[in-house]
């Protein structure tokens, strides 16, 4: 009954001990609360005076307050443990999507991931918070309450102990479907996540396009496959809150039936038959609580799987060589490598060969699916090749996943990414010691300094989700900001940087650019042709596979597939033209 990964959670053999210490408590309490009142009631009936029962209304009143100070108690020790296991779950999985790098998304999608570092871990504390206790409440607190009920009516205890199985019977079954329902309510989730991120990210081009209202449509299939999905969930949920109403308050009259006619036969007492009275509701309300509560966390149990799931992902292995410093005189080679995607049946790269010595800046040019991005993240370590080796300076690797190298890495993808924080800490993101005369002046070289200058705060103004948006051409701004910051990191990769800009802004940016990939080592992976006039080497790539390399006039001579592929947008640039 209890998820697996739960017990895999720090410190839970504390926490159950603690929720099983309460748990004992409370049906103690309970049980006495019962046995206070049902004897203040008796006695009243019996015609005592109510001066001499303030002592049983004082216990009544202390056992009733314990009861709920225990409770008080609980829910804070479970608040705490599920802040701070949510906080673990949220270290664990950016750590692992740090580790495993952009390809997760791409596999898992963005939406998916947004919404599982976010509002999936909210669940999960609420998961963890409600359902804990719960069900710790439902196996304690009505054996504690039949075994007492046992020594005072045993037909009594018989009724209660007949039913149980039938509510559990009711629960069980009802929870399967709502737990069908939820997994595939929560599906339709990922997948409007994922289209939501999508849509956004790709908006302007749809408008420019034309297709914009086809995507809207899409968007609103999605949502209504939600929204039925949802309503199903309720309807299972309501089903089970009912059912396990219906068959308590049912349990409970036929219990005061029989009480009832004991009591007229002479077969019980006022005193034992009012306890077991009062103790009836308390004996189902844990499995109630439970039933209802369960329902309310199965989105909270589908998240923990996922992230789970992502946070148990095989680790891909790295190595442990320790790679000196990039400078004029190291090396780099690939022999024959190739990756193949498991979403893809041919390589994304394959069998490719070249190798490059000292500073410099290597150009990667084809068209999209060309492989440019699989070999940037082959150079990042962020995927491994199924085949080749790769060799820097006299050591062999097979992949590019070592600390030493990546520390030595600079990336600046087609759109950085801002955080929710200042502009300073957003520049001086891998520079976190600069000091603000540093960053001033990688603003400026940057281009920043106008923008700076026009925000109310300065570079103390706070960016990205709850803050200040910026536009894209800013955005690749502060991430040139942060290249200058960092004069440690000797290896620039580019994907695509320029992408999404234009002319204009493309050409601003440029200009402030080439002074940083001097004394550097340079990947650049672009299908912007203009970039390629400033590389010292070209790779050129067609379905995966290296076709040419050389300087650009040499491959212009050559007219193979570079010259064809400038050929070609040429000709697109004089008909949009």
């Keep these: 009954m209890i998820d697996q990964t739960l017990l895999k959670l720090k410190g839970i053999k504390k926490i159950f001990g603690i929720l099983f210490i309460t748990a004992v408590l409370t049906g103690v309490l309970t049980i006495a609360q019962a046995v206070s009142l049902a004897t203040v009631i008796t006695n009243l009936f019996d015609g005592k005076e109510l001066e001499t029962q303030l002592f049983p209304i004082l216990l009544f009143v202390l056992f009733y307050t314990g009861k709920h100070l225990l409770h008080f108690f609980r829910n804070r020790i479970m608040d705490r443990y599920s802040m701070k296991s949510g906080s673990?779950?949220?270290?664990?999985?950016?750590?692992?999507?740090?580790?495993?790098g952009p390809n997760i998304t791409a596999k898992e999608g963005t939406g998916n991931i947004v919404t599982m570092a976010l509002e999936g871990i909210s669940q999960v504390e609420n998961y963890i918070k409600l359902f804990l206790p719960k069900i710790f409440n439902m196996l304690v607190i009505p054996t504690f309450i039949f075994i007492?009920?046992?020594?005072?009516?045993?037909?009594?205890?018989?009724?209660?102990?007949?039913?149980?199985?039938t509510l559990l019977f009711f629960l069980i079954i009802l929870g399967k479907a709502a737990k069908y329902r939820a997994d595939k309510q929560y599906k339709?989730?990922?997948l409007l996540s994922n289209h939501f991120v999508d849509s956004l990210r790709g908006l302007e081009t749809l408008r420019l396009l034309g297709l914009s209202k086809d995507y809207d449509r899409n968007i609103e299939q999605v949502s209504e496959r939600y929204r039925k999905s949802t309503i199903a969930t309720l309807v299972i949920a309501f089903l089970s809150s009912f059912s396990l109403q219906f068959f308590t308050s049912l349990s409970v009259a036929i219990i005061a039936l029989f009480l009832g006619l004991g009591l007229i036969d002479g077969e019980i007492t006022l005193y034992p038959a009012l306890v077991i009275l009062i103790l009836a509701p308390e004996y189902f309300q844990p499995i109630r609580d439970f039933g209802s509560d369960y329902h309310a966390t199965l989105d909270g149990k589908n998240a923990l799987t996922e992230i789970h799931r992502i946070i148990q992902t095989k680790d891909l292995q790295k190595n442990d060589v320790l790679l000196p410093k990039w400078d004029e005189h190291s090396t780099i080679s690939f022999s024959d490598v190739t990756v193949v995607h498991e979403?893809?049946?041919?390589?994304?790269?394959?069998?490719v060969s070249f190798s490059w010595k000292g500073f410099g800046k290597v150009g990667i040019i084809g068209g999209s699916g060309s492989g440019k991005s699989t070999f940037i993240q082959l150079l990042s370590g962020f995927l491994d090749p199924n085949n080749g080796v790769i060799q820097i300076n006299d050591q062999e690797l097979s992949s590019l996943r070592n600390d030493s190298w990546q520390k030595q890495i600079l990336y600046i993808p087609q759109k950085p990414y801002i955080f929710n924080d200042t502009l300073a800490n957003n520049i001086s993101f891998y520079t976190p010691n600069a000091t603000r005369e540093q960053i001033g002046r990688a603003c400026e070289l940057a281009g920043l300094t106008e923008i700076v200058n026009a925000l109310p705060n300065g570079l103390d103004e706070v960016l990205g989700e709850s803050g200040r948006m910026i536009s894209g051409g800013q955005e690749q701004r502060v991430a040139l900001a942060r290249a200058f910051l960092d004069k440690g990191r000797k290896i620039l990769l580019f994907d695509e940087p320029t992408a999404h800009l234009d002319i204009e802004t493309e050409y601003d940016i440029k200009q402030k650019m080439l002074p940083l990939l001097e004394d550097r080592l340079v990947f650049f992976a672009t299908h912007r042709l203009h970039w390629m006039v400033e590389m010292d080497w070209i790779l050129v790539l067609n379905e995966g596979k290296l076709v040419e390399m050389g300087t650009h006039e040499e491959l212009i001579k050559k007219k193979g597939h570079y010259y064809q592929f400038i050929q070609a947008q040429y000709k697109e640039e004089v008909e949009e033209c």
């Design 343 to 351: 979403e893809r049946n041919k390589p994304s790269v394959e069998g």
């Design 148 to 165: 007492y009920t046992l020594t005072l009516d045993i037909r009594s205890a018989v009724v209660l102990v007949v039913v149980l199985p």
């Design 88 to 100: 673990d779950i949220r270290k664990q999985l950016n750590e692992k999507l740090f580790e495993i």
């Design 188 to 190: 339709t989730y990922q």
